[in-house]
């Protein structure tokens, strides 16, 4: 991969700028491609300007002036054979003034607007010509760049790339021409230097053949590398464990449920991937209150009974907690080890769980992010469960399998659902159970949303709701900007709550509380000795008080979808019928208005994170996975499925009968982007 330092041309300015685009090679360079195009391939005469066109022209000078009236400008006419514009300037230099005195022959490039004398054009960009200046040959490229990357040296160094002419083939002629599709080379050299006939709108659009033939280049670099990682774990073992006799159905004769069907679908998926001599990486999706955990419990206890430790890690202090005491009741019966670890253990604590950890005592461990740090050595880990995945980095999840040795299967769970589209690509490297039901006898949730000018109303409704015996959350606006504004505003709601309901007990939980705060506050809740709880967005995963059957939401409009969804799902998880009251700020944007809409009509994750795909990209979806997984610049999930399908269908061919070429092309699309993680 030639680095750009490598090239003569490249002063260290140029490559140090180019560093702050991300871009360090000859590849990177390539791809780095236009947002759109000026034409100057041709001139017109001032007499067939259009409004709203973007044109070129040329002529004389032939008035010049600095006007004071109505504000500070300068303002000039230019003149060809066929009429005259008036050119202005709101901000400029002496050096611009000079440039348009009167008797300079200027060509000029900008949109056409009308103005009082006639068109008029704002700032356009002007350069001097003599008798020989010729029009380019080509559309003239405007890339995304940064402070002190000028466009023309920008342009430069394309230009010098694209002479350098390495863009050889990477896929048989047969595949793309099939797609008819052109080649790499026509194609970045289209991208970058359109003929003055391209259709230009198609490039600006990105319907273009150019931009789809790297779009395609793109969705299958990320199959290929996908497909990669799935191949290297068929190539690595992992403890092979025998099917459960005793503990897991004496885990569910212990419930005071049966399964739903879809659990035991995606449970007898994970018990066979767990017969396996692979490791396992699956993916357990299901909506909020689905019933993920008791899956998890039973392939815990698969491994349990094959003589294997279990790691189960979830993001927050509270979600580990309440796990714990959920595995606690479910296996202590069993008489099975646990131990708990997080990081705000006592030394004592911390060392008693560790050592257990180490010898092998603890055959269950419930923790938090604490749990893949180095101290923590496991005698056998044979299965590492991961809640809310989308929580913790890629990274995070590569320490906690390497725990293990051999390497040991990892079930991933996801109250997110993730959209068709996704899993074909971001997560095509894992394997993907959905529980697709929820547990019978749930009452559906009604979701109102409600003007913040309404308050009063919703306040009262919080008051019957408690005085009843029913609980309530009041969840506080989410501030992005501040956490320390986050938790004064946190403090005051839980004030005025105070103030407004004496008859009631108010707790409050925040992010910033100590654990054992935390844990307290939320015990108090789950035994009912209070009735409303104010809390950040700190509830938002996995927290489960089915007595609570009110939720208030403070300024909706600033949460995600998926967010707001997974917030929700903390009501309606007992036989009450609950309610959500999404309370936003009158002045809602078009987006704001859409997006709560969605929010108040569904109550289907599936469809909500759709909708959040649409709206917000996927990097929102896939949370932190994004970091050390590069992201798809050029296609575009919602545009370019049909594309992603082809790369689909095209990826196990090309891998089997072009090998070579697979390096190749892996190599340029992902050296481009940045370092690959292995997932
Ligand atoms: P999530 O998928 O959101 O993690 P949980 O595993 O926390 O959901 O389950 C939500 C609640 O439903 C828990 O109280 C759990 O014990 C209960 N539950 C799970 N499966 C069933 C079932 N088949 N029937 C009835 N209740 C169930
Ligand atoms: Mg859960």
Redesign the pocket.
Known sequence: MTQLAQIKAFTKPLIANLAKLGISNLQGLLLHLPLRYIDETHITAIRDLRMGDSAQVEGEIVHAEVSYKPRKALIARLEDASGQLTLRFLNFYPSQIAALKVGNQLRVYGEVRSGFFGYEMVHPSCKAVGQKTQVAETLTPVYPTVAGLTQPNLRKAVGIALALDQLPETLPASVYQNMRLPSFSASIHALHKPLPDADLQALENRSSPYWQRLAFDELLAQQLSMRKHYARRRSVSAPQFKLSKTLISALLKSLP????RA?QKVAMEIQQDLTQPHPMQRLLQ?D???????VACMAALQSIENGWQVALMAPTEILAEQHYRKMLTWLTPLNIQTAWLTGSQSKKEREAALSKIADGSAQFVVGTHALFQDAVKFKNLGLAIIDEQHRFGVHQRLALRQKGQPEPHQLMMS?TPIPRTLSMSYYADLDVSVIDEL??GRTPIVTKLISDTRRDEVLQRVREACLQGNQAYWVCPLIEESEALQLTTANDTFALMQAEFPELKVGLIHGRMKPAEKQAVMAAFSAAELQLLVATTVIEV?V?V?NASLMVIEHAERMGLSQLHQLR?RVG?GATKSMCILLYQNKLSETARARLKVIYESNDGFQIAQADLHIRGPGELLGVRQSGVPMLKIADLERDVYLLEAAKAKADQLLQQYPQQVEQHLERWMSSAGDLVKV
């Open positions: 449920f049966a399964l739903t659990q299901g909020v209150g689905s019933g993920k955990t008791i109250a547990p019978p996995g489960d089915p799902g998880r």
